[in-house]
């Protein structure tokens, strides 16, 4: 069975840091891409980040380029995801999720909280 | 910001059939790439229900069923359940952002 778990959320500052975890499982890992999709509360969803398997491709939504940084460890079947300068917008659940065939997400986690607030 | 636009809500009583419809553009339902569909129940993760415009999971009813046209796609949910109250997302893929979500349509059932 398929899991994923994220981990890190949390409040923080304007202008602070922080650093979200997924650990995967039930799947090779090493063989898929991942990504980041995030929900502002009350909102839609929102694409954030994907990483290619190898890491060869990343790719960031315009609004976090240059604040994020997505990376991954096959060896630890973990995804994170660096998030640096946050601003209030910033604050959503965080959603890991895989992309095993095409376009589409196949399995999600159940999220983590992150709240941007002074 | 939401690239594709959905109908903010859809309503219907038990058994009934509603349909959502979802809007993009040439440069990503019109560009040829698939819509794909998730549900979300209140307070949980978003779960793949369409894959492929048309294609259902395995475990998904088949009473939920997709299809694509031209820049939109539309999504249908037959014999409509009270289970089915949920908030619906098409998704689908663009030159810029890579992957592009609807505004989302809550459903519910009367």
């Known amino acids: 069975e398929v899991q994923l778990v994220e981990s890190g959320g949390g409040l923080v500052k304007p202008g602070g840091s922080l650093r979200l975890s997924c650990a995967a499982s039930g799947f090779t890992f090493s063989s898929y891409s991942m990504n980041w999709v995030r929900q502002a509360p009350g909102k839609g969803l929102e694409w954030v980040s994907s990483?290619?398997?190898?890491?060869?491709?990343?790719y960031y939504a315009d609004s976090v380029k240059g604040r994020f940084t997505i990376s991954r460890d096959n060896a630890k079947n973990s995804l994170y995801l660096q998030m640096n300068s946050l601003r209030a917008e910033d604050t959503a659940v965080y959603y890991c999720?895989?992309?095993?065939?095409?376009?589409?997400?196949?399995?999600w986690g159940q999220g983590t909280l992150v709240t941007v607030s002074s | 910001q939401s690239v594709l636009t959905q109908p903010p809500s859809v309503s219907g009583a038990p058994g009934q059939r509603v349909t959502i419809s979802c809007t993009g553009s040439?440069?990503?339902?019109?560009?040829?790439?698939?819509v794909h569909w998730y549900q979300q129940l209140p307070g949980t993760a978003p779960k793949l229900l369409i894959y492929?415009?048309?294609n259902r999971p395995s475990g998904v009813p088949d009473r939920f069923s997709g299809s694509k046209s031209g820049t939109s796609a539309s999504l249908a949910i037959t014999g409509l359940q009270a289970e089915d109250e949920a908030d619906y997302y098409c998704q689908s893929y663009d030159s810029s952002p890579y992957y592009v979500f609807g505004t989302g349509t809550k459903v519910t059932v009367l």
């Open positions: 999720a895989t992309v095993m065939s095409s376009t589409w997400f196949d399995y």
């Open positions: 492929g415009n048309s």
């Open positions: 040439s440069s990503n339902i019109g560009a040829g790439y698939d």
């Open positions: 990483i290619s398997s190898s890491s060869s491709y990343i």
